[in-house]
């Protein structure tokens, strides 16, 4: 089963990792930061070692995005394409046996200042997974 780990956040300024350019993150000691990072290099990877990680991108700043909407004709804009603060900084892939293993993976994502989201992807003909 394919899942998608997308991650929201707002760094300031825009840059990978998210958690350099996080105040939330930041605010954590050097030795908590450098926990966090140990623990996520070897979730990365024990997923690359079960063939669970397909793929992961960062994303670029939003400012950098153009948006394409319809109103009654398309219309093309620039972004950011959310009116929120916390914007769409990367993905994973993931592709794993269920969803109890998708959520125990995703749950490790999760880190001070981002928002996690677990998503099924969609196979062809439009079905969840």
């Known amino acids: 089963m394919k899942f998608v780990i997308l991650i929201h ?7 990978h990792p998210t958690g350099d350019f996080n105040a939330e993150l930041q605010a954590q000691s050097p030795e908590v930061r450098a926990q966090m990072n140990a623990e996520f290099e070897a979730l990365l990877s024990e997923l ?5 990680l397909v793929t992961a991108e960062a994303l670029g700043d ?3 995005s153009t948006i394409y909407r319809w109103d009654g004709g398309p219309i093309t804009s620039d972004g950011p394409y959310a009116e929120s603060k916390e ?3 990367g993905y994973f892939l993931i592709d794993v046996a269920d969803r109890s293993r998708a959520e125990e993976i995703a749950r490790q994502f999760a880190s001070p200042g981002d928002t996690v989201e677990l998503r099924p992807v969609m196979w062809p003909g439009g079905e969840d997974v």
């Open 87 to 89: 914007h769409f900084a």
């Open 62 to 64: 939003p400012a950098t």
């Open 48 to 52: 690359s070692e079960r063939g669970e």
């Open 9 to 15: 956040s707002n760094p300031q300024p825009w840059g």
